[in-house]
């Protein structure tokens, strides 16, 4: 079974509006935490926000904010205010605990294309 | 910038060609992640080293082997190559035990 579902390969959203995408996984870890990476076409993989599964409130960093449902076991990623150069894949990862040598080692989504029209 | 360094940027090989990735963590990460993502697969972890040593195993290829060096560097190397290991690689590091990593700007690789 996929650990990380992203069910929306592709996203068009209008410059200025909020966009939601969407992130389901599966896990039995109580222990675990949810990951959101931004790829432009340039490439480079950058970290866009992180929360645990035992954080109270769900994380924000400027205009991204994650919509965490354990019942649901969700993860949605909350862009407001889109700008064009949000445009971007963007994945969903998650961690489940620490692996044998210390770490964190995340699975990543197949990731939603977005596309910000202006 | 992430401050993790990768080179080459490109590489075009042919199939049966033998490569080798560089990377350079972030100054005091310890920790170094190697990726590969691709059409297909998608984005696979292949192999972490800690301070030099073999941490976690991911999909990786018995053709493959990484290496940190005492420098914290660290060098992934692709052997025998075939069509299929056309991707781009990536590199990322972190403190140990440290949930966020930092990613390079990666090598595309082609093979032909």
């Known amino acids: 079974a996929q650990k990380i579902t992203q069910t929306q390969p592709g996203m068009f959203v209008q410059e200025k509006e909020a966009v939601t995408l969407d992130c389901t996984y599966d896990?039995?870890?109580?222990?675990?935490?949810l990951f959101w990476y931004k790829q432009p076409s340039s490439g480079e993989m950058i970290f866009l926000i992180y929360?645990?599964?035992?954080?109270?409130q769900n994380a924000t960093e400027g205009r991204y904010s994650l919509n965490f449902q354990k019942a649901r076991k969700s993860a949605n990623l909350v862009i407001s205010a889109s700008q064009l150069g949000d445009s971007a894949m963007y994945f969903c990862?998650?961690?489940?605990?620490?692996?044998?040598?210390?770490?964190?080692?995340?699975?990543f989504g197949r990731g939603t294309s977005l596309i910000v029209h202006p | 910038d992430s401050g993790v360094t990768q080179t080459p940027k490109h590489l075009i090989t042919a199939t049966g060609q033998r490569v080798t990735l560089r990377c350079s963590p972030r100054?005091?990460?310890?920790?170094v992640y190697w990726y590969q993502q691709s059409l297909d697969q998608g984005l696979q972890f292949l192999i972490q080293?800690?301070?030099?040593?073999?941490?976690a195993k991911g999909n990786i290829l018995e053709r493959f082997s990484a290496q940190q060096f005492p420098d914290l560097h660290s060098e992934l190397n692709l052997s025998s190559l075939e069509l299929g290991d056309s991707a781009l690689y990536f590199c990322?590091?972190?403190?140990?035990?440290?949930?966020?990593?930092?990613f390079g700007p990666g090598t595309r690789l082609t093979v032909l």
């Open positions: 990322a590091s972190s403190a140990l035990g440290q949930i966020k990593q930092f």
């Open positions: 896990t039995s870890d109580p222990s675990y935490g």
């Open positions: 929360q645990g599964s035992y954080d109270q």
């Open positions: 990862a998650m961690r489940e605990g620490l692996s044998s040598g210390g770490s964190y080692i995340p699975t």
């Open positions: 100054s005091g990460d310890l920790s």
């Open positions: 080293y800690y301070n030099g040593e073999e941490r």
